[in-house]
């Protein structure tokens, strides 16, 4: 295994450039409940407001973690939509009266599929920008592959 020469070192004004993230970031679901009280939103717009708006301005912020956190996403929340949510509707946990309609005999809402990959996706993309920031990456040799 080889390890990276040049430890990778935050910018100078690391501070000031993530405060002013973090304030986005706490701004963004004020003005999302504001919006979906005012407007009288349904599920699936709130979700985009709640959940899309923050991932893309993250994903737009640091384009480097599109990648990997949409594959993990897809693996992660594909098996666990159907899971999850189906255990919700048994035990009457989890129900949503307004859906425009139903997926796996009439029991998911068609907007928590967005709902779940946004939710994973966001917190995926908000623990990647504000909270790795690992020194040194290790890479694996071309020679164990």
Do not use: C
């Amino acid at each position: 295994m080889k390890k990276k020469s040049a430890p990778r070192h935050a910018p100078q004004n690391w501070r000031a450039v993530h405060l002013f993230d973090i304030i986005l970031i706490l701004a963004f679901p004020l003005l999302s409940a504001m919006l979906s009280e005012i407007w009288r939103l349904n599920y699936l717009t709130s979700t985009l407001l709640f959940f899309g708006v923050p991932s893309v301005y993250i994903s737009l912020r640091r384009p480097a973690i599109i990648k990997k956190t949409l594959i993990f996403t897809l693996v992660f929340a594909t098996p666990m939509i159907y899971i999850l949510d189906y255990m919700a509707y048994v035990d009457l946990s989890w129900w949503v009266p307004g859906s425009a309609f139903r997926i796996l005999r009439n029991s998911i809402p068609i907007e928590d599929v967005p709902w779940s990959y946004l939710w994973v996706y966001y917190a995926v993309s908000f623990w990647e920008f504000f909270l790795d920031h690992d020194r040194v990456k290790v890479h694996i040799d071309h020679h164990f592959r």
